[in-house]
């Protein structure tokens, strides 16, 4: 039967079951309500009925109320009514009834609470924190961010880590909590849902954060993917500069500016790839660099701070270097916010400027006198470096490889040679920026080879190379990783000096942290995880974005670098003489001291291979001519000298062939 305007008739009982359906698929608390009033429903009426039909039920109408009131509130008491029959099943429906809804009541309850806990799983929690660290996204960085942060021993370091990425909130802790160690005093928070999406960043709070780290994941449009973060956490902040400061990576050159734009005034963008490539070059020529960067950038030692200028003001720089007993000091933060890195020792400290310092922590520096412990006859005169050619093998090719060649172009000495060897269609090489003129860096020669078979790669003749390096492969979307490849080169590498007695320096890049100990290389190679010393640059300019120039600075092909010299350029070989005494001829020769490399313990040495950062000035110890001297100094040379003299500095012209 149809309605007059045409629609059919709901049957009452459909539209009584769909009515209830709805009110289910509501809410807990609505559910609970309708609960509460069909419990009430039923036991008043059945409360007032008992009471009525009492023959001794008080003869007041306040009285009976009371009693009816004293009977609803015993509904559990089942069959607790006496007399009649009729008595006795009433109060046995009221105690059923009252029990059907007390059980039903329990059961929603524990759905709701169950409900709450599975939407706490899934990570889409509001978070309520005050300055905490917000880290957006997931990428092999993130482990070391995170651990640096819970390790840092700055009172700056966050009580709360909030991690933000679409993944898995189980899968996220548990990685954490797998490669993070357990912190006492700081909490980590992982919450799960796209961070691009504003609705989503906007739970995480990132108005009363401290600091936001933005991370690239691996996938191939990982920069893309951080600009629409960056955009992301502009909707949410709008155009606030007091906002928190922003620190960002992208891996392309390109998406750099954009970035910039989009993390505002008090973003900082880091270029992954570049930077990576900056230290491969770097450590090209300098072994064991990649030893002293890490231990430079992790909080387990000693690191980069701001310390108080105001005994200096007025004075030279200079003076600054011998004037604290425990820490070393590198540079300026003028009150302008300009870092001035290594600067000449006259230069004068304006008022309001602090020390950039390597020192345990930003409360240990302190002010005292440290020249009387300089014992100027162990101070050696400055003689100038012997810089010739150099001939370098670079095996491999991934997206990285053309700004290294690049890195070493603008660092090679003149008459050097690059010879690359690749996999795949020989790619063409790259000219220097700013084109034209005379030709500029290294003769750079490419050919093919099968390097993924063993046995071209055990073909290769390596004697008339200073340095090789080794490139593995982009991650791709097979199953092979990256540093499969890389670990077999460097075995055919290791192979080839046991055959000819020689060892060969070799700087290579691995991606995972724990392939590390796996590599076969000898003491005086670099092995370069790009992923780790990425994670670690972040995590200190996390903490201090300040100290972003001082790292820009450091890793770049000009200004001043992180360098490691013989020590008999500075101290008398066999002199017992106090650190301060490095640091005063450092600083004679235009250098920030600020350690040194026991010859001794670069083979044999624990897990720190003779490097010790930052040591008291007054550390007395015989100085040997293999010892090295870590220096903050300007380079212009960074390519390894070739052993023989400037008669055999000839090179070969053509790349190597399997033999």
């Not at 209830?20 to 509460?36: C, E, K, N």
């Not at 007032?48 to 039920?57: E, Y």
């Not at 002010?367 to 412990?373: A, N």
């Not at 040495?605 to 950062?613: N, S, V, Y």
Request: proline share 8%.
């Amino acid at each position: 039967m149809d309605s007059a305007k045409g629609r059919p008739r709901v049957p009452l009982r459909d539209w009584a079951l769909y009515r209830f359906d709805r009110t289910l698929a509501r809410s807990t608390g609505t559910l609970m309500g309708w609960l509460v009033i069909t419990c009430l429903a039923v036991v008043v009426p059945v409360s007032l009925l008992l009471v009525w039909t009492d023959p001794g039920s008080p003869a007041s109408l306040s009285e009976r109320l009371i009693a009816t009131w004293r009977i609803s509130a015993e509904t559990l008491r089942l069959g607790a009514a006496t007399g009649t029959p009729l008595r006795l099943l009433l109060s046995a429906v009221l105690g059923l009834v009252a029990l059907l809804c007390v059980s039903t009541l329990v059961g929603v309850i524990t759905t709701g609470l169950a409900e709450r806990m599975a939407e706490l799983s899934r990570g889409r929690s509001t978070v309520l924190e005050q300055g905490h660290v917000l880290v957006l996204g997931w990428s092999d960085q993130v482990t070391t961010v995170v651990g640096e942060l819970v390790a840092a021993r700055t009172p700056r370091r966050p009580r709360a880590i909030v991690l933000l990425a679409d993944r898995d909130k189980a899968e996220m802790e548990g990685a954490l909590t797998a490669r993070v160690a357990p912190a006492p005093r700081a909490r980590i928070i992982c919450r799960s849902g796209p961070a691009s999406d504003p609705d989503v960043l906007a739970l995480v709070s990132p108005r009363s954060a401290s600091t936001v780290v933005v991370l690239p994941s691996a996938e191939p449009t990982a920069d893309a993917e951080v600009l629409r973060i960056l955009l992301a956490l502009r909707a949410v902040l709008g155009e606030d500069t007091d906002g928190p400061p922003v620190l960002a990576a992208v891996r392309d050159d390109r998406y750099r500016a954009p970035a910039r734009l989009a993390a505002g005034p008090r973003g900082t963008v880091l270029e992954t790839d570049t930077v990576t490539a900056r230290l491969i070059a770097q450590c090209v020529g300098r072994a064991g660099l990649s030893l002293v960067l890490r231990d430079l950038l992790d909080f387990a030692g000693d690191e980069f701070h701001l310390a108080d200028a105001t005994a200096f003001h007025h004075g030279p720089f200079g003076a600054t270097l011998l004037s604290h007993p425990n820490s070393c000091v590198v540079g300026l933060l003028t009150p302008e916010g300009r870092t001035l890195l290594n600067p000449p020792a006259d230069t004068v400290v304006p008022p309001g400027s602090r020390l950039i310092v390597l020192a345990r922590d930003d409360r240990s520096t302190r002010v005292e006198d440290c020249r009387h412990l300089v014992d100027v006859s162990a101070i050696v005169a400055a003689r100038p470096e012997r810089a010739g050619p150099s001939r370098l093998l670079l095996l491999g090719w991934n997206r990285r490889a053309p700004l290294v060649l690049d890195q070493l172009r603008s660092t090679a000495r003149p008459g050097s040679v690059v010879d690359v060897v690749v996999d795949s269609a020989v790619p063409g090489p790259r000219e220097p920026e700013g084109g034209g003129g005379e030709a500029v860096g290294p003769d750079v020669r490419f050919r093919s080879a099968p390097l993924s078979r063993p046995e071209s790669l055990l073909g290769l003749d390596l004697d008339p190379y200073d340095a090789v390096v080794v490139l593995g492969p982009d991650r791709g979307d097979g199953p092979d990783h990256p540093d499969d490849w890389t670990l077999v080169a460097l075995l055919a590498v290791r192979l080839l000096e046991q055959r000819t007695g020689r060892e060969t320096r070799v700087v290579t890049e691995l991606v995972d942290d724990r392939n590390r100990p796996l590599a076969p290389v000898n003491s005086g190679s670099d092995v370069i995880v790009s992923g780790l010393l990425i994670g670690l640059l972040m995590a200190q300019i996390a903490q201090n974005r300040h100290l972003a120039p001082v790292f820009e600075e450091l890793f770049s092909a000009e200004g001043n670098n992180v360098c490691l010299r013989p020590a008999g350029a500075y101290i008398r070989p066999g002199a017992e003489a106090a650190f301060a005494a490095v640091v005063a001829a450092a600083r004679d020769r235009g250098e920030c001291a600020i350690g040194y490399r026991r010859h001794d313990a670069a083979r044999t040495g624990p897990g720190d291979h003779g490097i010790r950062l930052n040591p008291p000035k007054g550390e007395r110890r015989v100085w040997h001519a293999e010892d090295q001297v870590v220096v903050v100094a300007t380079t212009h040379h960074q390519l390894p000298t070739v052993a023989a003299g400037p008669d055999e500095s000839a090179v070969p012209d053509s790349a190597p062939s399997p033999r």
